[in-house]
């Protein structure tokens, strides 16, 4: 009879809750929230030039990131409080909201933060590694690195997750909409502002994939999952060190790692 009665209670333990039920609305989801209201501060700020000379704005800003400015360590992260115009801001902040908020208020306000604030410095990083003149402005890298660290929390929970195919089709959508309205304005000419980082897109979508792996809640535990922390931490942490090391060994002005020397 003990031995039974252990076995049962054994069995209760093991058995993880729905992944639904791990939503909290307290400690307060603020990451999101502030960060967003700081990007639309920055905005006013620094764009809503009324002579409408709001591109010489961005560039002197002693927020953006620059190549000739690189030895500013801040700007590798400061530039995700600036925005090239308002669609530009208005999608940034809907979908870091949407995608960000519901992470947030199951993993918490500082795994939250670390990935965003580690995919806004994998996209700077990138983007002084592979394109080595541009200029940048926008919370992208963050924004991937969220829609990413979606697909990093189904492959870890997705035993006790819900729809966790609809998740990532969702996600999905919303990305390839994002990159289809860029390249679109980018090959049709009619951009407005500062041209569009496709690095900083696909560097801070790989640091929310490899890093959420290694810092997002696992709530059912298994050997695998384990492999993949390390994994993922290990990936994340070998491209920052070669991020930094590259831009060390190349002081400006430089070539682009891959880009064709003119």
Same mark, same amino acid.
């Given at each position: 009879?003990? %031995?039974?009665?252990?076995?049962? /209670?054994?069995?209760? /333990? ?6 639904? $039920?791990? *939503? ?31 591109? #010489? ?8 990131? @620059?190549?000739?400015? @690189? ?29 960000? +908020?519901?992470?947030? !208020? ?9 990935? *965003? ?7 700077? +990083?990138?983007?002084?590694?592979? #394109?080595? /003149? ?26 006790? !997750? ?5 998740? %990532? ?9 994002? !990159? ?16 569009? =980082? ?8 790989? =640091?929310?994939?490899? +890093? ?5 809640? =696992?709530?059912?535990? $298994? ?13 994340? %942490? ?25």
């Amino acid at each position: 009879m003990s %031995l039974k009665k252990v076995d049962v /209670e054994s069995l209760k /333990e093991v058995k993880p809750k729905p992944y639904v $039920d791990h *939503y909290k609305c307290w400690p307060l989801p603020l990451f999101i929230i502030v960060t967003s209201v700081l990007q639309v501060l920055g905005f006013f700020y620094y764009s809503m030039d009324p002579l409408g000379d709001n591109r #010489d704005n961005l560039v002197n800003s002693t927020l953006i990131y @620059r190549p000739d400015k @690189r030895l500013q360590l801040w700007r590798y992260a400061s530039y995700a409080l600036l925005h090239a115009g308002w669609i530009h801001l208005a999608f940034n902040t809907l979908v870091q909201v949407l995608v960000g +908020l519901p992470l947030e !208020m199951v993993h918490g306000s500082l795994r939250v933060g670390c990935l *965003y604030l580690a995919g806004v410095l994998a996209g700077s +990083l990138g983007t002084s590694v592979f #394109d080595s /003149e541009v200029y940048l402005v926008g919370a992208s890298g963050g924004v991937y690195a969220l829609l990413a660290a979606h697909l990093a929390n189904v492959l870890i929970n997705y035993n006790i !997750m819900q729809f966790a195919c609809l998740r %990532l089709v969702a996600v999905a959508f919303v990305a390839a909409t994002d !990159m289809g309205f860029a390249l679109y304005d980018y090959f049709t000419g009619v951009m407005v502002g500062l041209p569009v =980082s496709y690095i900083a897109h696909l560097t801070g979508a790989l =640091s929310g994939v490899t +890093l959420g792996l290694a810092i997002l809640k =696992s709530f059912k535990k $298994d050997s695998l999952e384990q492999i993949l922390r390390w994994l993922g931490l290990g990936i994340y %942490l070998a491209c920052i060190v070669f991020a930094v090391i590259y831009n060390i060994l190349h002081p400006y002005p430089y070539v682009g790692f891959g880009q064709i020397s003119m």
